[in-house]
Nanobody
């Protein structure tokens, strides 16, 4: 079992920056895919950014040019640098990793960290 814990969220003014981190504990493995999702009040959870095993990052259109996802090590698998934040970025942000063990894949989620952007 893997536990993921996010940190780095908080309250920031529009135009500001935050850096989210994700820490892993338990049975730690090198993740195949790492990603950040977010969920705003009344909305479905959406993929913000992801990096697959080939290292290519992908972003939702609304954050392109402002957010940067990066991979870390097994204990800190993924980061999200968020610049030029907008009020519409307000949401709970979740880190995610997909781990391949043998022929099976396992999905792990953090509990989320709140990001609030004031106008």
């Amino acid at each position: 079992q893997v536990q993921l814990v996010e940190s780095g969220g908080g309250l920031v003014q529009a135009g500001g920056s935050l850096r989210l981190s994700c820490a892993a504990s338990g049975n730690i493995f090198i993740a195949n895919t790492v990603a950040w999702y977010r969920q705003a009040p009344g909305k479905q959870r959406e993929l913000v950014a992801a990096i697959a095993s080939d290292g290519t990052p992908n972003y939702v259109d609304s954050v392109k040019g402002r957010f940067t996802i990066s991979r870390g090590n097994a204990k800190n698998p993924v980061y999200l640098q968020m610049n030029s934040l907008k009020p519409e970025d307000t949401a709970v942000y979740y880190c995610y990793e997909k781990v391949l063990i043998g022929i099976k894949t396992y999905d792990y989620w953090g509990q989320g960290t709140q990001v609030t952007v004031s106008s």
